[in-house]
Protein backbone atom coordinates (compact mmCIF):
# COMPACT_ATOMS: atom_id res chain seq x y z
CA UNK A 1 0.00 0.00 0.00
CA UNK A 2 1.35 3.30 -1.02
CA UNK A 3 2.12 6.10 1.67
CA UNK A 4 -0.05 9.24 2.63
CA UNK A 5 1.58 12.23 2.45
CA UNK A 6 0.37 14.67 5.22
CA UNK A 7 -2.07 17.24 3.73
CA UNK A 8 -1.31 20.86 5.06
CA UNK A 9 -4.55 22.35 5.44
CA UNK A 10 -5.09 26.30 5.96
CA UNK A 11 -6.54 27.63 9.44
CA UNK A 12 -10.15 28.77 9.41
CA UNK A 13 -10.89 32.50 9.36
CA UNK A 14 -11.09 33.68 12.42
CA UNK A 15 -15.02 35.11 13.11
CA UNK A 16 -16.46 33.30 10.03
CA UNK A 17 -19.63 31.46 10.58
CA UNK A 18 -21.89 29.55 8.54
CA UNK A 19 -24.70 31.51 6.74
CA UNK A 20 -23.82 34.73 8.29
CA UNK A 21 -23.16 38.34 6.46
CA UNK A 22 -20.56 40.12 8.47
CA UNK A 23 -18.22 43.39 7.57
CA UNK A 24 -15.19 42.42 5.11
CA UNK A 25 -13.11 41.12 7.62
CA UNK A 26 -9.54 43.29 7.67
CA UNK A 27 -6.95 41.43 4.81
CA UNK A 28 -4.46 39.20 6.50
CA UNK A 29 -1.43 38.22 4.63
CA UNK A 30 -1.07 34.70 3.60
CA UNK A 31 2.57 33.40 5.20
CA UNK A 32 4.43 32.18 2.07
CA UNK A 33 4.81 28.04 2.04
CA UNK A 34 6.87 26.48 3.50
CA UNK A 35 9.38 23.89 2.06
CA UNK A 36 9.27 20.24 2.10
CA UNK A 37 10.78 18.31 5.48
CA UNK A 38 13.24 16.25 5.21
CA UNK A 39 10.50 13.49 5.96
CA UNK A 40 8.04 15.13 3.17
CA UNK A 41 11.05 14.81 0.49
CA UNK A 42 11.82 11.60 1.55
CA UNK A 43 8.44 10.15 0.94
CA UNK A 44 7.72 11.98 -2.24
CA UNK A 45 10.95 10.91 -3.43
CA UNK A 46 10.20 7.37 -2.83
CA UNK A 47 7.12 7.35 -3.82
CA UNK A 48 7.53 9.03 -7.15
CA UNK A 49 9.68 5.55 -8.45
CA UNK A 50 6.85 3.58 -7.20
CA UNK A 51 3.71 5.43 -8.93
CA UNK A 52 5.60 5.19 -12.34
CA UNK A 53 6.57 0.83 -11.47
CA UNK A 54 2.87 0.86 -10.52
CA UNK A 55 1.77 2.70 -13.63
CA UNK A 56 0.22 5.51 -11.74
CA UNK A 57 1.72 7.72 -14.51
CA UNK A 58 -0.60 10.44 -13.87
CA UNK A 59 -0.37 10.11 -9.92
CA UNK A 60 3.43 10.59 -10.39
CA UNK A 61 2.76 13.74 -12.55
CA UNK A 62 0.20 15.10 -9.53
CA UNK A 63 2.44 14.46 -6.81
CA UNK A 64 5.37 15.66 -8.92
CA UNK A 65 3.83 19.66 -9.53
CA UNK A 66 2.45 20.06 -6.25
CA UNK A 67 5.94 19.37 -4.62
CA UNK A 68 7.14 22.29 -7.10
CA UNK A 69 4.87 24.39 -6.01
CA UNK A 70 6.52 24.35 -2.34
CA UNK A 71 10.05 26.51 -2.13
CA UNK A 72 13.29 24.95 -2.98
CA UNK A 73 12.23 21.61 -4.38
CA UNK A 74 13.37 21.87 -7.49
CA UNK A 75 17.07 22.26 -6.23
CA UNK A 76 16.22 19.39 -3.76
CA UNK A 77 14.47 17.01 -5.67
CA UNK A 78 16.70 13.77 -6.12
CA UNK A 79 15.78 14.46 -10.33
CA UNK A 80 19.09 11.76 -10.98
CA UNK A 81 17.85 9.22 -9.33
CA UNK A 82 14.08 9.83 -10.59
CA UNK A 83 15.88 10.15 -13.81
CA UNK A 84 17.88 7.05 -13.71
CA UNK A 85 14.50 4.63 -12.90
CA UNK A 86 12.52 6.56 -15.90
CA UNK A 87 15.44 5.64 -18.32
CA UNK A 88 15.34 1.94 -16.91
CA UNK A 89 11.58 1.77 -17.75
CA UNK A 90 10.85 0.09 -21.37
CA UNK A 91 9.09 2.66 -23.07
CA UNK A 92 9.59 6.85 -22.73
CA UNK A 93 5.66 7.48 -22.31
CA UNK A 94 6.01 7.83 -18.59
CA UNK A 95 9.36 10.35 -19.15
CA UNK A 96 7.65 12.01 -21.14
CA UNK A 97 4.22 12.67 -19.21
CA UNK A 98 6.69 14.08 -16.14
CA UNK A 99 8.02 16.15 -18.73
CA UNK A 100 4.71 17.54 -19.73
CA UNK A 101 3.48 18.38 -15.87
CA UNK A 102 6.53 20.24 -16.02
CA UNK A 103 6.15 22.48 -19.25
CA UNK A 104 2.19 22.89 -17.66
CA UNK A 105 3.30 24.00 -14.22
CA UNK A 106 1.73 27.41 -12.96
CA UNK A 107 5.60 28.05 -12.04
CA UNK A 108 7.32 27.33 -15.29
CA UNK A 109 10.19 24.87 -13.64
CA UNK A 110 13.22 24.31 -16.02
CA UNK A 111 13.12 20.75 -17.30
CA UNK A 112 16.89 20.49 -17.44
CA UNK A 113 17.40 19.00 -14.01
CA UNK A 114 15.01 15.93 -14.83
CA UNK A 115 15.63 16.18 -18.75
CA UNK A 116 19.70 16.05 -18.51
CA UNK A 117 20.54 13.29 -16.56
CA UNK A 118 17.63 11.41 -18.44
CA UNK A 119 19.36 12.26 -21.45
CA UNK A 120 22.86 10.72 -20.29
CA UNK A 121 20.52 7.92 -18.50
CA UNK A 122 19.72 6.90 -22.26
CA UNK A 123 22.96 7.23 -23.48
CA UNK A 124 24.61 5.23 -20.77
CA UNK A 125 21.85 2.75 -22.10
CA UNK A 126 22.83 2.91 -25.31
CA UNK A 127 19.42 3.84 -26.34
CA UNK A 128 20.60 6.80 -28.98
CA UNK A 129 16.92 6.99 -30.40
CA UNK A 130 15.62 8.05 -27.21
CA UNK A 131 17.94 9.89 -25.95
CA UNK A 132 17.51 12.04 -29.66
CA UNK A 133 14.02 12.35 -28.58
CA UNK A 134 14.37 13.22 -25.75
CA UNK A 135 16.81 16.08 -26.97
CA UNK A 136 14.01 17.02 -29.51
CA UNK A 137 11.41 17.73 -26.56
CA UNK A 138 13.55 20.10 -25.02
CA UNK A 139 13.46 22.05 -28.33
CA UNK A 140 10.09 22.27 -28.85
CA UNK A 141 8.80 26.12 -29.28
CA UNK A 142 6.87 25.61 -26.02
CA UNK A 143 9.60 24.00 -23.99
CA UNK A 144 9.89 25.94 -20.58
CA UNK A 145 13.75 25.84 -20.95
CA UNK A 146 16.13 25.11 -24.48
CA UNK A 147 19.26 23.02 -23.78
CA UNK A 148 21.78 24.41 -21.91
CA UNK A 149 25.88 24.14 -23.21
CA UNK A 150 26.44 21.37 -21.38
CA UNK A 151 23.51 19.13 -22.20
CA UNK A 152 24.10 19.88 -25.68
CA UNK A 153 28.03 18.61 -25.06
CA UNK A 154 26.36 15.57 -23.93
CA UNK A 155 23.98 14.86 -26.48
CA UNK A 156 26.28 15.52 -29.47
CA UNK A 157 29.30 13.63 -28.08
CA UNK A 158 27.24 10.55 -26.49
CA UNK A 159 25.40 10.24 -30.09
CA UNK A 160 29.17 10.00 -31.57
CA UNK A 161 29.90 7.47 -29.20
CA UNK A 162 27.18 5.37 -30.22
CA UNK A 163 27.86 5.44 -33.60
CA UNK A 164 24.86 7.78 -34.26
CA UNK A 165 26.73 10.77 -36.26
CA UNK A 166 23.39 12.17 -37.62
CA UNK A 167 21.28 12.33 -34.65
CA UNK A 168 24.62 13.97 -33.41
CA UNK A 169 24.59 16.42 -36.33
CA UNK A 170 21.02 17.20 -35.83
CA UNK A 171 21.75 18.13 -32.03
CA UNK A 172 24.86 19.95 -33.15
CA UNK A 173 22.32 22.08 -35.69
CA UNK A 174 19.99 22.86 -32.82
CA UNK A 175 23.38 23.66 -30.53
CA UNK A 176 24.58 26.14 -33.07
CA UNK A 177 21.17 27.55 -33.90
CA UNK A 178 21.33 29.05 -29.78
CA UNK A 179 24.73 30.36 -30.28
CA UNK A 180 26.54 28.00 -28.64
CA UNK A 181 29.92 26.94 -29.98
CA UNK A 182 31.65 23.77 -29.69
CA UNK A 183 34.71 22.77 -27.81
CA UNK A 184 37.72 21.49 -29.35
CA UNK A 185 37.09 18.14 -28.22
CA UNK A 186 33.87 17.84 -28.97
CA UNK A 187 34.87 19.54 -32.68
CA UNK A 188 37.21 16.20 -32.87
CA UNK A 189 34.59 14.15 -31.59
CA UNK A 190 32.23 14.90 -34.43
CA UNK A 191 34.87 14.82 -36.93
CA UNK A 192 36.16 11.80 -36.30
CA UNK A 193 32.34 9.88 -35.89
CA UNK A 194 32.00 11.63 -39.56
CA UNK A 195 35.41 9.73 -40.54
CA UNK A 196 34.49 7.10 -39.23
CA UNK A 197 31.09 7.11 -41.51
CA UNK A 198 33.17 7.51 -44.57
CA UNK A 199 32.40 11.25 -44.96
CA UNK A 200 35.52 12.20 -44.92
CA UNK A 201 34.86 15.93 -46.90
CA UNK A 202 32.35 16.46 -44.80
CA UNK A 203 34.12 15.85 -41.64
CA UNK A 204 36.82 18.43 -42.63
CA UNK A 205 34.54 21.12 -43.85
CA UNK A 206 32.06 21.00 -40.83
CA UNK A 207 35.20 20.84 -38.74
CA UNK A 208 36.61 24.29 -40.34
CA UNK A 209 32.94 25.48 -39.75
CA UNK A 210 32.84 25.36 -36.34
CA UNK A 211 36.37 26.43 -35.48
CA UNK A 212 35.09 29.75 -36.50
CA UNK A 213 32.83 32.16 -33.94
CA UNK A 214 29.82 32.39 -36.32
CA UNK A 215 27.37 29.68 -35.58
CA UNK A 216 25.25 30.32 -38.04
CA UNK A 217 27.32 28.82 -40.86
CA UNK A 218 27.30 25.50 -38.68
CA UNK A 219 23.87 25.66 -39.41
CA UNK A 220 23.51 26.02 -42.91
CA UNK A 221 26.34 23.27 -43.26
CA UNK A 222 24.31 21.02 -41.12
CA UNK A 223 21.14 21.20 -42.63
CA UNK A 224 22.68 20.92 -46.10
CA UNK A 225 24.47 17.72 -45.15
CA UNK A 226 21.01 16.45 -43.07
CA UNK A 227 19.00 16.85 -46.54
CA UNK A 228 21.61 14.89 -48.60
CA UNK A 229 22.10 12.32 -45.64
CA UNK A 230 21.86 9.09 -47.53
CA UNK A 231 22.17 5.68 -45.13
Do not use: N
Not at 5 to 13: K, Q, T, W
Not at 31 to 54: H, I, K, N, W, Y
Not at 92 to 117: D, E, K, N, Q, V
Not at 145 to 172: I, K, Q, S
Amino acid sequence: MLPRLPVRLAPPLAGARRGLCTAAAPSISKPPPEPLSPSELDTVSALLPRLLSADHVPAAGRLLSAALLLPGSLDRLPFPSLAAHLASLPTLSPAFALLTALRHHPARPSPLPLAAPLLDSLLALRRARDAASVLRWLCRPDSPRRPDAATYAAAVAGLCRLEDPRGALAALREMAADGVQASPELRETVRDAMLQDARIEEAWTLEEAMRRPETGEVVELVDKLLAEWEP
